[in-house]
Protein backbone atom coordinates (compact mmCIF):
# COMPACT_ATOMS: atom_id res chain seq x y z
CA UNK A 1 0.00 0.00 0.00
CA UNK A 2 1.83 3.11 -1.26
CA UNK A 3 -1.11 5.59 0.27
CA UNK A 4 -2.45 4.41 3.94
CA UNK A 5 -5.01 5.53 5.64
CA UNK A 6 -5.44 4.42 9.66
CA UNK A 7 -8.98 3.94 11.71
CA UNK A 8 -8.88 3.01 15.23
CA UNK A 9 -12.29 1.90 16.15
CA UNK A 10 -13.97 0.92 19.54
CA UNK A 11 -15.82 -1.68 18.85
CA UNK A 12 -16.88 -5.34 19.43
CA UNK A 13 -17.61 -6.27 15.75
CA UNK A 14 -13.56 -5.89 14.36
CA UNK A 15 -13.72 -9.67 12.97
CA UNK A 16 -17.11 -8.68 10.95
CA UNK A 17 -15.36 -5.53 9.68
CA UNK A 18 -12.30 -7.40 8.64
CA UNK A 19 -14.23 -9.87 6.79
CA UNK A 20 -16.33 -7.16 4.71
CA UNK A 21 -13.00 -5.56 3.81
CA UNK A 22 -11.53 -8.59 2.64
CA UNK A 23 -15.00 -9.72 0.83
CA UNK A 24 -14.51 -6.11 -0.84
CA UNK A 25 -10.95 -7.05 -1.77
CA UNK A 26 -9.60 -3.65 -0.48
CA UNK A 27 -5.89 -4.10 0.34
CA UNK A 28 -5.45 -3.98 4.67
CA UNK A 29 -4.17 -5.19 8.03
CA UNK A 30 -5.65 -5.07 11.12
CA UNK A 31 -5.42 -5.61 14.85
CA UNK A 32 -7.77 -6.87 17.03
CA UNK A 33 -9.39 -6.98 20.42
CA UNK A 34 -12.84 -8.06 21.11
CA UNK A 35 -13.73 -3.92 21.99
CA UNK A 36 -11.02 -2.09 19.53
CA UNK A 37 -10.00 -2.23 15.54
CA UNK A 38 -6.86 -0.93 14.67
CA UNK A 39 -6.64 -0.90 11.26
CA UNK A 40 -4.56 0.17 8.22
CA UNK A 41 -5.78 0.20 4.66
CA UNK A 42 -5.22 1.47 1.33
CA UNK A 43 -6.53 4.79 1.11
CA UNK A 44 -8.25 4.86 -2.11
CA UNK A 45 -10.71 3.01 -0.49
CA UNK A 46 -11.57 5.10 1.88
CA UNK A 47 -15.32 5.75 1.35
CA UNK A 48 -15.91 2.22 1.15
CA UNK A 49 -14.57 1.39 4.44
CA UNK A 50 -16.11 4.27 5.93
CA UNK A 51 -19.21 2.49 4.84
CA UNK A 52 -18.33 -1.10 5.99
CA UNK A 53 -17.28 0.19 9.32
CA UNK A 54 -21.20 2.29 9.57
CA UNK A 55 -22.86 -0.50 8.69
CA UNK A 56 -20.83 -2.65 11.25
CA UNK A 57 -21.52 0.07 14.14
CA UNK A 58 -25.14 0.47 13.44
CA UNK A 59 -26.73 -3.26 15.15
CA UNK A 60 -28.78 -3.40 11.84
CA UNK A 61 -26.76 -6.92 10.80
CA UNK A 62 -27.77 -8.38 14.71
CA UNK A 63 -31.73 -6.89 14.02
CA UNK A 64 -31.76 -8.46 11.03
CA UNK A 65 -30.89 -12.01 11.82
CA UNK A 66 -33.33 -11.41 14.55
CA UNK A 67 -35.99 -10.77 12.49
CA UNK A 68 -35.12 -13.48 10.03
CA UNK A 69 -35.25 -15.91 12.86
CA UNK A 70 -38.67 -14.45 14.57
CA UNK A 71 -40.38 -15.29 11.14
CA UNK A 72 -42.39 -18.31 11.50
CA UNK A 73 -43.77 -19.33 8.18
CA UNK A 74 -41.75 -20.52 5.18
CA UNK A 75 -37.91 -19.53 5.18
CA UNK A 76 -36.97 -16.64 7.38
CA UNK A 77 -34.34 -15.42 4.57
CA UNK A 78 -37.33 -14.07 2.06
CA UNK A 79 -37.76 -11.27 4.22
CA UNK A 80 -35.25 -9.96 2.47
CA UNK A 81 -36.24 -10.64 -1.01
CA UNK A 82 -37.07 -6.96 -1.12
CA UNK A 83 -33.39 -6.09 -0.62
CA UNK A 84 -31.81 -7.84 -2.41
CA UNK A 85 -34.34 -6.59 -5.74
CA UNK A 86 -32.88 -3.35 -4.69
CA UNK A 87 -29.31 -4.06 -5.19
CA UNK A 88 -29.93 -5.73 -8.14
CA UNK A 89 -31.90 -3.22 -9.73
CA UNK A 90 -35.06 -5.34 -9.93
CA UNK A 91 -38.38 -5.74 -8.45
CA UNK A 92 -39.44 -7.90 -6.31
CA UNK A 93 -41.77 -9.57 -8.51
CA UNK A 94 -39.54 -10.64 -10.53
CA UNK A 95 -37.44 -12.58 -8.33
CA UNK A 96 -40.18 -14.38 -7.12
CA UNK A 97 -41.17 -15.33 -10.50
CA UNK A 98 -37.84 -17.20 -10.10
CA UNK A 99 -37.71 -20.99 -8.00
CA UNK A 100 -37.71 -20.46 -4.18
CA UNK A 101 -34.46 -22.07 -3.54
CA UNK A 102 -32.98 -19.76 -5.74
CA UNK A 103 -34.53 -16.60 -4.10
CA UNK A 104 -33.84 -18.14 -0.59
CA UNK A 105 -30.09 -18.69 -2.18
CA UNK A 106 -29.53 -14.66 -2.99
CA UNK A 107 -30.94 -14.05 0.64
CA UNK A 108 -28.36 -15.92 1.93
CA UNK A 109 -25.72 -14.77 -0.04
CA UNK A 110 -26.83 -11.12 0.50
CA UNK A 111 -26.40 -11.96 4.05
CA UNK A 112 -22.92 -13.44 3.63
CA UNK A 113 -21.78 -10.55 1.69
CA UNK A 114 -23.50 -8.16 4.37
CA UNK A 115 -20.41 -6.09 5.58
CA UNK A 116 -18.91 -5.91 2.60
CA UNK A 117 -19.12 -2.45 0.39
CA UNK A 118 -22.34 -1.97 -1.69
CA UNK A 119 -20.95 -2.57 -5.09
CA UNK A 120 -19.49 -5.49 -3.53
CA UNK A 121 -22.85 -6.74 -2.42
CA UNK A 122 -24.40 -5.94 -5.97
CA UNK A 123 -21.35 -7.73 -7.87
CA UNK A 124 -21.86 -11.11 -6.52
CA UNK A 125 -25.50 -11.14 -6.48
CA UNK A 126 -25.62 -10.37 -9.88
CA UNK A 127 -22.62 -13.15 -10.35
CA UNK A 128 -24.94 -16.04 -8.50
CA UNK A 129 -27.83 -14.22 -10.94
CA UNK A 130 -25.88 -15.02 -13.84
CA UNK A 131 -25.13 -18.46 -12.54
CA UNK A 132 -28.80 -19.11 -12.05
CA UNK A 133 -29.55 -18.33 -15.71
CA UNK A 134 -26.19 -20.20 -17.43
CA UNK A 135 -27.73 -23.17 -15.31
CA UNK A 136 -31.52 -23.01 -16.48
CA UNK A 137 -30.28 -22.33 -20.12
CA UNK A 138 -28.28 -25.48 -20.19
CA UNK A 139 -31.06 -27.17 -18.42
CA UNK A 140 -33.44 -26.33 -21.08
CA UNK A 141 -30.77 -26.72 -24.00
CA UNK A 142 -31.06 -30.37 -25.51
CA UNK A 143 -28.47 -32.99 -24.56
CA UNK A 144 -25.84 -33.25 -27.30
CA UNK A 145 -24.86 -37.15 -28.31
CA UNK A 146 -21.39 -37.03 -28.64
CA UNK A 147 -19.02 -35.98 -25.72
CA UNK A 148 -18.96 -32.33 -24.03
CA UNK A 149 -15.75 -30.27 -24.55
CA UNK A 150 -14.32 -30.31 -21.23
CA UNK A 151 -12.07 -26.84 -22.42
CA UNK A 152 -15.56 -25.47 -22.35
CA UNK A 153 -16.56 -26.44 -18.52
CA UNK A 154 -15.78 -23.68 -15.84
CA UNK A 155 -14.98 -24.14 -12.06
CA UNK A 156 -15.97 -20.78 -9.90
CA UNK A 157 -13.52 -20.71 -6.62
CA UNK A 158 -14.35 -18.15 -4.37
CA UNK A 159 -11.40 -16.17 -2.83
CA UNK A 160 -13.04 -17.68 0.55
CA UNK A 161 -12.58 -20.96 -0.79
CA UNK A 162 -9.12 -20.38 -1.87
CA UNK A 163 -8.26 -18.97 1.95
CA UNK A 164 -10.05 -22.18 3.60
CA UNK A 165 -8.33 -24.07 1.28
CA UNK A 166 -4.65 -22.36 1.87
CA UNK A 167 -5.15 -22.31 5.58
CA UNK A 168 -6.08 -26.00 5.43
CA UNK A 169 -2.55 -26.71 3.51
CA UNK A 170 -0.87 -24.67 6.24
CA UNK A 171 -2.36 -26.50 8.98
CA UNK A 172 -1.62 -29.60 7.50
CA UNK A 173 1.98 -28.59 6.74
CA UNK A 174 2.63 -27.14 10.46
CA UNK A 175 1.57 -31.01 11.52
CA UNK A 176 3.98 -32.81 9.44
CA UNK A 177 6.50 -30.43 10.95
CA UNK A 178 5.72 -30.75 14.40
CA UNK A 179 5.72 -34.46 13.31
CA UNK A 180 8.79 -34.15 12.00
CA UNK A 181 10.66 -31.88 14.58
CA UNK A 182 9.33 -34.70 17.31
CA UNK A 183 10.80 -37.73 15.46
CA UNK A 184 14.01 -35.56 15.27
CA UNK A 185 13.99 -34.96 19.03
CA UNK A 186 13.44 -39.00 19.98
CA UNK A 187 16.41 -40.17 17.48
CA UNK A 188 18.31 -37.28 18.79
CA UNK A 189 17.34 -38.87 22.88
CA UNK A 190 17.80 -42.80 21.99
CA UNK A 191 21.48 -41.34 20.25
CA UNK A 192 22.47 -39.50 23.54
CA UNK A 193 21.00 -42.51 25.74
CA UNK A 194 23.22 -44.93 23.55
CA UNK A 195 26.37 -42.63 24.08
CA UNK A 196 25.69 -42.71 28.16
Not at 160 to 170: C, D, N, P
Request: with cysteine; charged share 35%; aromatic share 6%.
Amino acid sequence: MENRSYANVQTDQAKNICIGIENSGIPYSANFTDKELKLTYDSDHHESVDEILKKAQSGDYDEMLREIKAKREGDGYLILLPTVAHYLHTTEGALKRRPEEQQIRLCRLYVNFWFADTPTIQRELSKAICVNRETEQNMEKPKPTEQPDMEQSRAYITRETLHRQAEYIRQKQAIKDKQAAEKTERENETERNKRL
